[in-house]
């Protein structure tokens, strides 16, 4: 089975120090897809970036080594790949001798692939200062709006306004407060979210309302962000249309979800929560 609940979330494990591919667990992107009405076309391009802090492995002499992963994983993948079923399977290396950097990158091409049903692309980093610098998100910040909010979930889309007799808007705007839960254990996961998009001026008060109400929603991350895609490509139309959260990380893994309606390659920045 490939549902959450079939998955190692919220269960106890024995986390193991040799190199295992079976601890990877799939879960159907369809499932939730269907839910917002989403068709084998996708109506978005976009990848999921997950940042791992925890990576290790012997050389040939069983010197430990260290270095930071990037994974980059197809938003058009058949599958995304259980978080703590991935750190499990990156334990594993801990106490494998591998010949060099470019033999693990392979191998975890191969496997992490095989689980997403589509190419991953896989980078790793020493831990110089300068490659992991923190950054700020782009964008006019609706946190500091005054206004009264009382509804926390389930997301609310009719909040979504925008005012199609204004002259078209080229804008970036960003909020911090973005909060949902795991689907399995109800752990709160808190990320940024950057909405880039021109068309029609979006409600400001209304987005950042919208925004608020995720916080008693039961998704993951990669699901939430299509929702804000969806909610919002069908209630204020916008021509074009960017959605990226950069989530805290939690196990040594962050999960960074970006859709987007034309094609782009987004940047890896690490903000101030990661």
């Not at 079923?85 to 990158?105: C, H, M, P, W």
């Not at 091409?109 to 610098?133: I, K, N, Q, Y």
């Not at 950042?208 to 998704?219: K, Q």
């Not at 969806?230 to 209630?235: E, F, P």
Request: proline share 7%; charged share 25%.
């Amino acid at each position: 089975m490939s549902t959450p609940d079939h998955s190692p979330l919220g269960k106890d494990t024995v986390y193991p120090s040799r190199y295992d591919p079976r601890q990877l667990f799939s879960i159907a992107r369809a499932d939730k897809r269907a839910e917002l009405g989403i068709a084998e076309v996708l109506p978005f391009h976009g990848v999921d970036i997950w940042n791992a802090y925890e990576l290790s492995w012997l050389d040939l002499r069983g010197k430990p080594v260290v270095a930071i992963a990037e994974f980059r994983i197809p938003a058009a993948s058949a599958h995304i790949i259980e978080s703590k079923s991935l750190k499990l399977y990156l334990n594993g290396f801990s106490q494998e001798r591998i010949a060099d950097v470019a033999t693990l990158t392979d191998t975890l091409t191969h496997d992490l692939s095989a689980a997403a049903g589509a190419v991953v692309g896989v980078t790793l980093r020493g831990l110089d200062a300068d490659a992991h610098a923190i950054c700020a998100l782009q964008g006019q910040l609706l946190d500091q709006l005054e206004l009264e909010i009382d509804h926390y979930g389930p997301p609310d889309a009719s909040l979504l306004q925008a005012d199609s007799e204004a002259p078209a808007v080229e804008e970036t705007v960003l909020s911090h407060l973005l909060r949902s839960n795991c689907p399995v254990t109800g752990q709160p996961d808190w990320g940024s979210v950057q909405i880039r998009y021109r068309g029609a001026p979006i409600d400001h008060a209304g987005l950042l309302r919208y925004l608020v109400s995720f916080r008693h929603h039961d998704e993951f991350h990669e699901q939430c962000v299509e929702r804000i895609f969806v909610d919002l490509s069908h209630r204020c139309a916008p021509q074009q249309l960017s959605v990226y959260a950069r989530y805290t990380r939690r196990g040594g893994l962050d999960i960074n979800p970006f859709r987007s309606s034309v094609p782009d390659i987004p940047e890896n920045p690490r903000t101030s929560r990661q």
